[in-house]
């Protein structure tokens, strides 16, 4: 099959998230803010619950039995291997395919803002697949209940960005072309690091403060302001820097865990469910790269730490990486 087809399998499943999860909203809505269960990976809600039967009967339906797939999803672990078509031996299966279903739980079940569907589709090789080596990727928005429209993106590696805004009243589609900021500094945009709970807080807020000083973005101290914004949402946060929204973004928790002897803080950060769309910023045109600023690297697994940090272009990326690492390391 070609990647197109792959391509368009996962923009179908993920409209079918997205109707399922509008659907239970509108019907249970208090219902989907409760601790369905607690996982190794992440604290899964009762709007997550809502979707996980919904994804494995639309695979089992719609998923070709010619392509065998292992399923890798943040609340299945206790089921052991997940294969399409059933029963299929992980060691028989020629893809791998990572889903976080919801990304951005938190914002969506309280109506503050749209979570993302995220799918990464990488050939099998076994343990040794990563992030690197997907080559169809699609992410779709879940809006608050206010919301008319929709955004989609999805790509093949080496075919650019395909983007679809949906009008949720009346049904259809239109393709769209977002642009990444073009700007070569900071000044006057959106850039932050991702400190969203208190675990490493003042470590990251002192970094990310020393990171603006160095780069002349020190606002009313004498320099040209830098603005902050905390989406909760790594998919959320890739979807900023592809609509042009923001120019940066660091993800470095596990970093500051890691200085801090915060063992147990893996499971507060990022990890490769959340990430699984890289391609899709990076075929827009952003840079998405390590803490290091090397090509990011993590196994498809629901539980390691993935420290990011996403660019909106080239330039930007050679202007900071090298004094966001200098950083880093002090």
Known sequence: MSPEHFRRLLCALQE??????????RKRASRLRRIAKVTAADTIYGIDAVVEPVILAWLARHWPASEPVELVMEGLEE?????????MPVRA????????????????????RSAWTLAG?????????DVSHITVAAMTELTTSKAGFADQFSAVRGGGLRATRFDLRTGSRRAFRPQPSRATTLAHGFGAFAKFLPEGKAWLAEREERLWRELGLTGASGGEPVFDDQYISTGGQLGELILGHDRFIADVRPVAFARLGLGAGAS????????CTLLVAEEAGCVVRDADGRRLRAPLDTTTAVAWV??????????????LRRVLAG
């Open 16 to 25: 079918e998230i997205r109707e399922a999860v509008l659907g239970s909203r």
């Open 79 to 87: 089921w052991g291997a997940v294969t399409f078509p059933r029963g």
């Open 93 to 112: 299966t020629q893809w791998k395919l990572i889903l976080d279903p919801i990304d951005g739980t938190r914002g969506l079940m309280h109506d503050k």
């Open 121 to 129: 589709l990488a050939p099998q090789r076994g343990p040794r697949t």
């Open 268 to 275: 507060l950060a990022c990890h490769p469910y959340d990430i």
């Open 310 to 323: 996403g660019y909106a272009n080239r330039a930007l990326a050679r202007r900071i990486a090298p004094v």
